[in-house]
């Protein structure tokens, strides 16, 4: 297996609180033989802020990085983030009406013009890499663990925009953590809403909702979640106290990166998993001493 | 909820422009009430999804650009996904917020506030600076920092920097917002 070579678009927040995302998607990448090269100097999709303050704005803040992965030469880049993959493929959708494109490059000092397909990280591993590959590299199985995998509401809706797995009850994860030797439960929820960005503006809605997911998954029996966005991972791990409190309960369930099972999976070394990152724990889980030292996985599982 | 006259102020130059900035054909909704079935949000909404579309067709202007919905709405796509007439409902949301914006309505002052110190961190540095995002948040809406609880939780995990990372490109980003501001101030 050789020659799979992407651009690639880290998104901000895999610069603060989800550094364990971009270091264990690294690690799963360079596993799996995928070559990531950063876009040179790429700068913020704007995120949902932009978008609901303009389209246009919102667009170019987009499209700034879709021409720069244009000026590499290549026509496809990957983001490890739905909510940079939504926006990046949302600006490249829009500016395909030449009016809409005129106003979007009328805010940038060079324009974009077109051509550039954004994918998950996620997508390229099933699509490129493919699941048998996957399972044949895997050298630690997850045994016995219990999992749900949540896909969070934006990764694959709606349909004719972001054209991969199902919009309501996608697999791509679930095959994924399966392959990985993990037991994946079925989760009803998983394309509800977390919360999304108001857990700072607004909480008491965020707790609400990040509430109903972890309780639902505490009834079906998981030990732990898996996910695939950033937002989603910091509202049920970070905030899994203020959940907690709403649902007047508590709750200890380690909020994995599916890049971080499927590294250790696939052997990579532990240090660029980013598991002592996690809020919550998965020491218990990972049935080990401690997150973060040596020989996590060691343990076999009665 | 208030009871409208709805005869009385049909806007129709507001109809005509929900339609024109947001692509989509209000029209075609027959109030199957499918989106606010599936809305995350609707428990916190004053006006649910549906009846907002509802109002969009009557040319209720103001009950619509006043109203909470718009500021709460996070974008799940669930309505646009499951509305069985095609209609991007999630995208008529975001432009009547921009609406609200312009107009000068933001019933929910946080959400704005914070959306506002979001594009302030971009503008300044390129990229999200979380913990100046927060402190500007913090700053503006006057209010200690609601989540302090959270703090014990990350600060030893190392991830919040605190430093913005300069992109080369800071000046072409500040740029960016100001034609918008200029072009925002021509229309
Ligand atoms: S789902 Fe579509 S048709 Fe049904 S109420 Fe909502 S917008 Fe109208
Ligand atoms: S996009 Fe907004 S209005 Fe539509 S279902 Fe999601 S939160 Fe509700």
């Known amino acids: 297996m050789s020659g799979l070579s992407y651009a690639y678009y880290p998104g901000c927040s895999g610069l603060g609180t989800s550094s364990e995302y971009d270091s264990s998607t690294r690690a799963v990448c360079k596993a799996l033989f995928m070559e990531l090269s950063d876009v040179p100097d790429w700068s913020c999709c704007g995120s949902s802020p932009a978008h609901a303050v303009d389209h246009a704005l919102s667009a170019a803040l987009s499209a700034r990085n879709l021409a720069r992965v244009r000026a590499m030469d290549r026509d496809d880049v990957l983001t490890p983030c739905p909510s940079c993959l939504t926006n990046l493929r949302t600006a490249d959708h829009r500016m395909r009406d030449e009016a809409f494109a005129a106003r979007a490059n009328s805010l940038l000092d060079a324009p974009y013009k077109g051509g550039v397909r954004a994918r998950s990280v996620l997508q390229a591993i099933v699509e490129d890499v493919g699941m048998e590959m996957v399972r044949a590299s895997v050298v630690r199985p997850l045994k016995g663990m219990k999992v749900a995998a949540y896909y969070g509401c934006i990764m694959n809706r709606p349909p004719e925009l972001m ?5 309501e009850h996608p697999m791509a994860m679930d095959l994924l953590m399966e392959a990985a030797g993990a037991t994946v439960l079925p989760f009803p929820l998983k394309v509800e809403c977390c919360g999304a960005s108001f857990g700072v503006p607004r909480p008491d809605v965020t707790a609400r909702l990040s509430a109903r997911l972890l309780l639902t998954a505490r009834e079906i029996g998981a030990e732990a979640i898996v996910t695939a966005c950033p937002l989603c991972q910091m509202n049920l791990d970070l905030r899994q106290n203020q959940a907690a409190r709403f649902a007047g309960t508590a709750f200890e369930i380690p909020v994995f990166y599916f890049t971080q099972l499927l590294g250790l999976a696939l052997g990579a070394p532990e240090g660029s998993l980013g598991l002592d990152k996690l809020c919550v724990s998965p020491a218990r889980v990972l049935e080990a001493p401690a997150a973060g030292e ?9 | 909820m208030d009871v409208l006259d709805l005869s009385a102020s049909y806007d129709a130059d507001f109809v005509a422009r929900v339609q024109a900035e947001s692509g989509q054909n209000t029209a075609l909704c027959y109030q199957c009430g499918n989106c606010t079935a599936g809305c995350p949000y609707t428990f916190a909404y004053d006006i649910p999804v549906s009846r907002i579309m509802r109002l969009v067709q009557a040319g209720q202007r103001r009950a619509v650009l006043s109203c909470r919905s718009i500021w709460l709405c996070a974008t799940c796509e669930s309505c646009t996904t499951r509305c069985p007439n095609d209609i991007d409902v999630a995208r008529i949301m975001d432009v009547l917020r921009h609406m609200a914006r ?13 959306w506002d110190s979001f594009l302030d961190s971009v503008r300044r540095h390129g990229r999200v600076f979380e913990a100046g995002l927060l402190a500007r948040y913090v700053f503006l809406t006057g209010r200690f920092w609601t989540d302090a609880d959270l703090a014990p939780r990350i600060l030893p995990k190392n991830k919040l920097g ?8 800071q000046a072409e980003m500040a740029k960016i917002f100001q034609r918008f501001a200029e072009q925002e101030g021509r229309s």
């Open chain 2, 102 to 114: 312009r107009e000068g309505f933001a019933t929910e002052r946080n959400v704005k506030v914070f």
């Open chain 1, 163 to 167: 054209a991969f797995d199902d919009p």
């Open chain 2, 162 to 169: 605190l430093k913005p990372h300069a992109i080369k490109g």
């Open chain 1, 294 to 302: 040596t020989n996590l996985t060691q343990g076999s599982r009665s």
